[in-house]
């Protein structure tokens, strides 16, 4: 295990030449606090008070808010009697192939109007309902935009959030004030908590991409961390938090049947997402990480690495960039054809 622990956290990795461990060790009586790397686990016992905290407020808060803003009341399917050979067939099937009805009505002691039956219950109780679906986007927007908040005020004062090349200087001594702290741990928290969410609730068609997307989201948080890189990696959260809130606001009012307050905080997102994502975080965020930084430090293989997924993460702005222009223009296109647009969940979201 002290091999293994060695092999981790080989300071050859994590610092230049000429830096060590030590160098991150708080002196006592300090007023400058340094990240330890053990601070990270402390996120994983807030994610799940976090989760908890999501469910109450989902269930006794977005619920009720969901119903008064218009999201329509669905029936919940007929109570389903467990059938291995059904279940086997509509994860194969659907119920959109009727070629084997007599086949399987016969394999099960079933009638085929009661074999339709239970293909259609089935479906209804995978399809999740629109209450689910606002209480979810709620919460979503209830934190994006108390944390966003929160790290404007926090940062709207640090030198370094207004000339990115303090984010380096001094490295890796830099002081992380508590309220830094708070907010680098309650976000960790939150993704610690999304990931405690999909292992527990239904399973979605993206979860493995979601899944990996968030593990990535927690490395990368805890890399730029115990490596002291967290004046950074606070302009980075804030730049994607800008965008998140309402994209969370349009789907809620998609999902209460409020149109045209969809369409406007679509827009509202539409323009954050180029400003934050395509402008500032290119023009500012990875020119600092790859050029500034140069000026005061030598690059490490943690920084290459940090650096890396920063610029893959462009990469996938630049992705769903042309995936949202795409769905934009066709929204335009269409109402001028009629709005003849598909009000499918996967189309739309």
Request: charged share 20%.
């Amino acid at each position: 295990m002290n091999s293994i622990e060695q092999f981790i956290w080989s300071e050859t990795f994590w610092f230049p030449e000429g830096y060590t461990w030590k160098d991150m060790e708080n002196v006592p009586g300090s007023n400058i606090y340094l990240p330890n790397r053990n601070d990270m686990l402390w996120s994983i016992p807030l994610g799940i008070i976090l989760w908890g905290v999501r469910y109450i407020f989902e269930q006794y808060l977005m619920t009720p808010i969901g119903y008064w803003c218009g999201v329509k009341k669905q029936n919940s399917a007929d109570h389903l009697k467990p059938n291995a050979v059904l279940e086997n067939y509509f994860q194969k099937n659907g119920i959109t192939s009727n070629n084997n009805l007599e086949s399987i009505s016969k394999q099960t002691d079933m009638t085929v109007r009661e074999v339709e039956r239970w293909l259609r219950n089935r479906k209804a109780k995978s399809v999740i309902k629109d209450i689910t679906k606002f209480r979810e986007c709620g919460w979503h927007f209830t934190f994006y935009l108390g944390i966003f908040i929160y790290g404007l005020v926090v940062l709207w004062n640090k030198k370094w959030f207004w000339e990115t090349k303090y984010c380096w200087k001094g490295w890796p001594t830099l002081d992380v004030p508590r309220e830094i702290y708070w907010y680098y741990m309650v976000e960790l928290s939150f993704y610690w908590c999304l990931v405690f969410s999909m292992l527990t609730e239904h399973k979605r068609k993206d979860f493995n991409q979601m899944i990996v997307h968030h593990i990535a989201t927690i490395l990368l948080m805890s890399f730029s961390w115990a490596t002291n890189f967290v004046r950074i990696g606070c302009i980075v959260l804030l730049t994607h938090d800008a965008a998140d809130f309402p994209m969370a606001a349009a789907k809620m009012m998609k999902y209460s049947g409020h149109k045209k307050a969809c369409e406007f905080f679509l827009g509202v997102f539409i323009v954050v997402w180029v400003l934050s994502r395509l402008i500032y975080y290119p023009v500012v965020v990875l020119y600092s990480t790859s050029v500034e930084v140069n000026d005061h430090l030598t690059p490490f293989p943690c920084y290459y690495f940090f650096n890396g997924l920063l610029i893959v993460l462009q990469i996938l702005h630049v992705i769903w960039s042309v995936m949202i222009a795409r769905i934009a223009f066709q929204k335009v296109y269409n109402d001028k054809l009629g709005d003849v647009r598909s009000d499918s969940e996967e189309d739309s979201d």
